[in-house]
């Protein structure tokens, strides 16, 4: 038998992005790989929510991203690195998106990893 | 025939890319990383490769999850550089070879890999960090490139072994192709990181340091490593470490380290610079 992506699930706070995920998030993420485009950006900053009805996102993701909250937009089937260019647009770097998600300030997450070098 | 001198690793995380373009060579934060370059530097300086066939995984600048090979090969005269979305600035063109990389995909489809063959090709700042880092600006005197893309973005991505055995594949593939260039092959990305879920900010060094020391003689041995155990011991991100197996395929048998770096943390990442001389 063939082992399933999914069988990596022990791993605790870690998401495999699998095909199961892809599914869910497919809308979202499609939204934040069209912010490649400087025009797909201006045209989000300029009128969100239909910015994200016109992908077609579902309201747990539009949520997620109004909430500007990394732990609900990869809860919604975000992925990290599409994600990201999302974030770029509110200001966000992957230290902000680490801190939201281990629930620790910006401070004391960049604090953690440099002490991982000792 | 191209002869394979030997193989490069580095990070590629962008804010490298944004610290080289404000040449942020001597800030306190950027010295120990940038201080692993300049060995390279000269030993490139004196073997004057050719040509760099670089693996790298795309993070959404030219495939998107609508479909995404495993395994993809640059074919173009030229490869540009385009807005990520986030402010890194846009670097120029990078030079192809298409007559290497059709040897390369020719050859590996005929071996069992049947990858995916570019011939317009966007490379982001995996590709273009490392590429910048070693051989600087690319509009004057630019090495030809040979881009080597493995997805590392959506589950299944291919085994540890089968990116070794694709570096395998391609370093025959090199050495049968009719020219007397130099070729060295780069290893990007890693190495511990993770920045998704709430283990974001996990770093092995530990780990890290085992597998640059065994990627040096017992390549074989590393790549026997699950994806499970890799993503488990290097985070989420730090599976980029298949790209560096891939490399170390290309090389054969015999190595020998010129020069090693490791330095915690850039960005949210444990980053990696080795030299490995391929062995006469």
């Known amino acids: 038998m063939s082992m399933s992506a999914h069988d990596l699930d022990d791993i605790p706070g870690t998401v495999i992005y699998d095909g199961r995920e892809a599914m869910r998030g497919y809308p979202l993420n499609k939204m934040c790989y069209s912010f490649n485009r400087a025009d797909a950006r201006e045209e989000f900053r300029h009128d969100p929510e239909a910015y994200m009805t016109k992908f077609k996102l579902n309201d747990q993701q539009k949520a997620a991203v109004r909430a500007r909250n990394a732990t609900k937009l990869i809860e919604a089937g975000g992925n990290i690195y599409y994600l990201a260019k999302l974030a770029g647009i509110f200001g966000l770097s992957v230290q902000d998106l680490g801190a939201q998600q281990t629930g620790m300030t910006v401070d004391a997450f960049k604090d953690m990893l440099k002490k991982q070098g000792d | 025939m191209a002869r394979i001198i030997g193989g490069l690793t580095s990070s590629h995380i962008p804010a490298v890319g944004a610290a080289y373009a404000k040449k942020q060579f001597e800030d306190p934060y950027w010295k120990p990383f940038f201080a692993g370059y300049p060995p390279i530097h000269k030993w490139l300086a004196e073997q004057k ?7 790298y995984n795309d993070h959404g600048l030219n495939f998107f999850l609508d479909k995404m090979p495993t395994f993809a090969i640059g074919a173009a005269f030229e490869y540009e550089n385009q807005d990520e979305g986030w402010g890194l600035p846009v670097v120029g063109k990078f030079k192809g070879y298409p007559e290497l990389s059709w040897q390369i995909i020719d050859s590996v489809v005929a071996d069992g890999f049947d990858v995916c063959s570019c011939q317009e090709m966007a490379v982001d700042h995996g590709f273009a960090v490392p590429v910048q880092l070693f051989w600087g600006d690319q509009t004057k005197n630019p090495i030809k490139t040979v881009p080597i893309c ?9 085994t540890p072994m089968r990116c070794y055995r694709l570096g395998q594949a391609i370093g025959r ?13 780069l290893g990007t990305g890693g190495m511990s990181h993770q920045l998704d879920g709430k283990r974001a900010g996990f770093i092995n060094k530990k780990f890290d340091l085992m597998c640059m020391e065994k990627i040096v003689d017992h390549p074989e041995e590393l790549a026997k490593i699950s994806t499970h155990e890799l993503i488990r011991e290097a985070g989420a991100q730090g599976l980029e470490f298949i790209l560096w197996l891939g490399m170390r395929g290309c090389l054969g048998d015999r190595v020998k380290r010129l020069h090693q770096n490791y330095h915690i943390p850039i960005s949210n990442t444990a980053a990696g610079t080795l030299l490995l001389e391929k062995a006469a």
């Open chain 2, 49 to 55: 490769p050719d040509v760099a066939v670089v693996f």
């Open chain 2, 150 to 158: 493995v997805n590392t973005v959506q589950h299944p991505v291919p």
């Open chain 2, 173 to 185: 593939a090199i050495s049968a192709f009719p020219s007397d260039e130099k070729v060295v092959i």
